[in-house]
């Protein structure tokens, strides 16, 4: 039995895309539907609000979304609604079309948004994790970091390739904006000689050795995954520092950027987003607001926004330990 306070339900997606989003909008939509509430599609994330860009959706709007990348609700970083003026603007779009709910599916910016909207207006909103970055809290994994771990692995496996063949040494930078989640797995997933991260400091003299004693263990080929946003430069930088000490290497540099971003969604995040567009649904209609869904040890699990984007999740301990073992 619906809450007697939300009937309409606004879905948007904010900041980067990430693949899993196309799911979770449909979860939204058709259990929405079950529950018998009303779906409307805001476009452009905050951006398409502002601008009255909104749509009634119906069940057979996300038929056949399901399994595509990117988000056809379209998404922005929007910069007029960090301005009172824009989301007061926002707000008023919102209740000329009778929107009494939330469901916001997006990074760490999109959920700040969220959160601030609700402080100002009190309209009920519930953040689900979408982004490939995987960092924030209140969730084990968020929608799409699967997926860009997969394609992160499937490509370096392809570089490793060319990596053996010309015995060279490759730096792939991978993404993550400052979050080491995606190389840390793409480290162990592609067997990589080292994996830097920006939580973690690595000497460049630290990298040399590792090298020199694989080099000694007669390794056919090297693949160090750098992690964007670490202090000390990017894959670019970093490989220009190692061949001063090692002019000997044949070095190559690949930045996977925005690869990482795109693709059909794995299972994982297919059933992840899936589970989460029905608990924000749920979530809301049993008078849950300004909380994030997630999901913890296989269990549905709300946090307060205002908790989920503190920047504190942590690289697993264990899987960096696990990484560095298998990299000797
Ligand atoms: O947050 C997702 C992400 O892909 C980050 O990994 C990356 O740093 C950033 O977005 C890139 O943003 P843009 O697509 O705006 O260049």
């Known amino acids: 039995m619906a809450n007697k306070t939300v009937t309409r339900i606004g879905v948007l997606t904010s900041g980067g ?18 529950y018998n509430l009303e779906v409307y599609g805001i476009f452009r994330g905050y951006e398409g609000l502002i601008q009255n860009d909104i749509k009634k959706l119906e069940n057979r709007d996300v038929a056949y979304i399901l399994e595509r990348g990117g988000t056809f609700l379209k998404s922005a970083r929007s910069q007029e609604f960090r301005t009172s003026e824009g989301r007061k603007t926002a707000y008023e779009n919102l209740k000329s079309h009778g929107i009494d709910a939330l469901v916001v599916i997006g990074g760490d910016g999109s959920l700040t948004g969220a959160h601030l909207f609700y402080k100002e207006f009190g309209i009920p909103s519930i953040g689900l994790p979408g982004t490939i970055d995987n960092d924030l809290s209140g969730t084990d994994s968020t929608i799409g970091f699967d997926t860009a771990c997969n394609t992160a692995i499937e490509a370096i496996d392809k570089i490793r390739d060319t990596a053996s063949s010309h015995d060279r040494l490759f730096f792939v930078e991978v993404m993550g904006r400052d979050a080491g989640f995606i190389a840390v797995n793409a480290g162990i997933g592609s067997g990589a000689a080292a994996t830097l991260i920006p939580e973690r400091k690595m000497p460049v003299e630290s990298l040399i050795e590792r090298l020199k004693s694989r080099a000694k263990a007669k390794k056919q080929s090297n693949i160090v995954i750098v992690a964007e946003g670490g202090k000390s430069g990017g894959a ?13 290497y044949d070095i190559r540099v690949t930045i996977l950027g925005h690869l990482q971003r795109g693709g059909s969604p794995t299972s994982f995040d297919r059933l992840l987003a899936s589970k989460l567009g029905v608990a924000a649904v749920e979530g809301l209609i049993h008078g849950k607001e300004d909380v994030m869904a997630g999901v913890i040890n296989n269990k549905i699990v709300y946090t307060p926004i205002k908790r989920a984007i503190v920047d504190d999740k942590e690289v697993d301990e264990d899987d960096f330990r696990v990484a560095k073992i298998l990299s000797q």
């Open 17 to 34: 895309d990430a693949p899993g989003m196309n799911a979770a909008i449909r979860a939204v939509v058709r259990s929405a539907k079950y």
């Open 236 to 248: 670019l930088e970093i490989s220009k520092k190692v061949k001063k000490f090692l002019p000997t």
